[in-house]
């Protein structure tokens, strides 16, 4: 599903935030990335989202090399993957719907399907009692939960999480990541970048390690 063959990513400024990276994710898997701060976790995730391009070796996703597609195939590509922030992005002007609808409005979903849609998405994050209310009013968790609805709620192959518990405690933590399993038990191949150990090796997940931009752990 996602393949890394000799990536590396090299900077206008000559920081080389990748080195040589290769690396195969199966579909329907779900892998840790890891790391430290400056590791490449981050410049890893925009390369399989097509934010940036490798400078060299290649990177597939579902069997397409995303560099030779041009651009016009980067919204079809980016329909096929689903993204978490550690600060979930969301408008704090509009409605816990309205923000969750937002892809599939993007997408030109018919009101009906947007709809059903993102009631789904709300129901499998435990919120939709919360629909018609402002994200501000939420806990942190809570609002990254109606993150993780936006990032579904198109029913992609991929999702992707950078740190996506980086600021909640444990127990908000742990339910985050309770969420990520389910969604991978449904099909849906999951990577999910954390410096938190403590709370990922005790998952039976795989762990791809980086360290100064190269693979140092998890190959396969």
Same mark, same amino acid.
């Given at each position: ?5 000799n ?12 080195? /040589?990276v ?16 400056? @590791? ?12 940036e ?13 995303l560099?030779? +597609?041009?651009?016009?195939h980067?919204?079809?590509? /980016?329909?096929?993957?689903? !993204? ?5 992005q ?9 923000? !969750?609808a ?7 979903y018919?009101? /009906? ?7 789904? @998405? ?19 968790? +809570? +609002?990254?939960? !109606? ?10 192959k991929?999702?992707? @999480? ?16 309770y969420?990520?399993? +389910? ?6 191949? !999951? ?27 998890g190959?396969?």
């Amino acid at each position: 599903m996602i393949q890394f063959d000799n990536v590396t990513k090299r900077y206008d400024t000559g920081h080389e935030a990748l080195k /040589r990276v290769s690396f195969h994710i199966k579909a329907n898997e779900m892998v840790f990335l890891t790391g430290h701060s400056g @590791a490449g976790k981050s410049t890893l995730l925009k390369l399989i989202m097509m934010m940036e391009q490798p400078s060299d070796g290649q990177v597939l996703v579902d069997g397409f090399d995303l560099g030779a +597609q041009s651009r016009k195939h980067i919204p079809f590509h /980016r329909r096929q993957i689903g !993204v978490v922030f550690q600060n979930h992005q969301l408008l704090f002007d509009r409605s816990v719907f309205e923000n !969750v609808a937002l892809p599939l409005q993007i997408a030109g979903y018919t009101p /009906r399907e947007i709809g059903r849609r993102v009631r789904a @998405a709300l129901d499998k994050v435990g919120l939709l009692e919360k629909e018609k209310h402002n994200p501000i009013t939420l806990s942190g968790g +809570q +609002q990254q939960r !109606v993150g993780i609805a936006r990032a579904v709620v198109h029913k992609p192959k991929i999702l992707l @999480a950078d740190e996506p518990t980086g600021n909640l405690d444990p127990e908000l933590s742990s339910e985050i990541m309770y969420l990520f399993e +389910q969604f991978n038990r449904v099909g849906v191949t !999951v990577l999910l970048a954390s410096h938190d150990l403590s709370l990922i090796t005790g998952m039976k997940h795989r762990m791809l390690t980086l360290s100064d931009g190269a693979v140092v752990g998890g190959f396969d």
